[in-house]
């Protein structure tokens, strides 16, 4: 299909009729690959809920989102986090305004 010797002797003159994407494009494609590869990958290791069953990220997973809620929340262990989770859905009740009924 190609001829490669004739390729090896003038390089610039046939690569340049073989390749589809201009140089510009191609080390663009290359920065957006380079930056979608390991966001995808974090995004499956860490993110991904694989359901009710341990599964191989369970571990980091739980250690990622306690990070996480420790960073955020300031706080330390799930009972903590219950305590605060309860503690703010009480306030949002209070502070939300009761409806009316006119009867």
């Known amino acids: 299909f190609f001829d490669w010797t004739a390729i ?13 994407l201009t140089p510009q494009t191609a080390r663009a494609w290359k920065l957006a690959t380079f930056i979608v ?4 990958a974090f995004y499956c290791v860490f993110v991904v809920d694989y359901g ?14 306690s990070s996480v809620d420790r ?3 300031g706080i330390d262990s ?3 986090i219950g305590k605060k989770t309860e503690s703010l859905l ?7 305004p009761k409806s009316s009924s006119k009867q």
Request: with cysteine; charged share 20%.
């Open 90 to 96: 009480l306030t949002k009740q209070l502070l939300t």
């Open 37 to 40: 590869t390991p966001a995808t």
């Open 8 to 20: 090896c002797k003038h390089p610039t003159v046939y690569l340049s009729a073989i390749m589809v």
């Open 52 to 65: 009710d069953q341990d599964h191989c990220f369970t571990g980091i997973q739980k250690w990622y989102r």
């Open 71 to 73: 960073y955020l929340l």
């Open 78 to 80: 799930e009972k903590e």
